[in-house]
């Protein structure tokens, strides 16, 4: 069944490896994974040109999910990030606004970046509970959150009743959005979405490489299969 599924799960890259930079080959191995989640985000919260667009969660997911947001045409992308090295990334992929407070603070604030307005498309890239919860406060009436976090439960919808706001999203139709989207602006280099692995493990080391992520040591961490 995989090899069956590989007829169809797979994407074909122009050329050989040894075509490619180290630097290309990570924002290609991007695509199969957080840049394509990313992108489904701001695809699913139906992000235009001109949008102002706040991405929840700072993660590789979350960032790729600013990348995301820029190829769509927003305009103003705010990244809720408490992190100095994840922030920088998010304003080198093109957030041009940091939020680093938490819960209400954050709230606030966005409000106040959004003359009280809110968002016109929010990115969830948490899961968890509070995230969506504060997807909804932050986004203007009529917007639509695009929800690519995995559910760790589900959450009250009465907020988002109340402000007629859309919640969509789900499993990142990869392969959908590699072939139309990503793979050219990655070989054209208008996106670099490989800058997510700040971290390099062998297939031996896994363990430190899950360590890595979850002490906040690396964004993303890349395996290396030693020949």
Not at 71 to 76: E, F, N, P, T
Not at 182 to 190: D, F, H, T, W, Y
Request: aromatic share 6%.
């Amino acid at each position: 069944m995989r090899y069956y599924n590989a007829d169809w799960g797979l994407v074909k890259i122009p050329g050989q490896p040894a075509d490619y930079t180290d630097d290309q080959l990570n924002s290609l191995l991007a695509l199969s994974d957080v840049m394509a989640t990313g992108y489904h985000a701001a695809f699913t919260a139906e992000v235009k040109t001109g949008d102002t667009v706040v991405v929840i969660g700072d993660g590789a997911v979350g960032l790729c999910g600013v990348i995301g947001a820029k190829l769509r045409g927003a305009k103003r992308i705010i990244s809720l990030s408490h992190h100095e090295d994840r922030a920088k990334l998010a304003r080198e992929f093109g957030a041009t606004d940091i939020v680093s407070e938490r819960g209400d603070d954050a709230v606030r604030k966005v409000l106040e970046l959004t003359d009280g307005a809110g968002a016109d498309a929010v990115l969830e890239c948490v899961g968890a509970t509070s995230a969506i919860e504060q997807a909804g406060q932050v986004a203007r009436p009529g917007a639509v959150i695009g929800r690519v976090g995995i559910p760790q439960t589900e959450p009250s919808s009465n907020q988002l009743f109340w402000k007629n706001i859309g919640l969509r999203g789900g499993l990142a139709s990869v392969t959908t959005h590699d072939r139309a989207v990503l793979l050219a602006a990655v070989l054209e280099g208008k996106i670099k979405p490989g800058k997510v692995f700040t971290k390099r493990f062998t297939l031996d080391d896994v363990q430190a490489a899950y360590e890595a992520m979850d002490k906040r040591e690396a964004i993303k961490s890349l395996l290396i299969i030693s020949q």
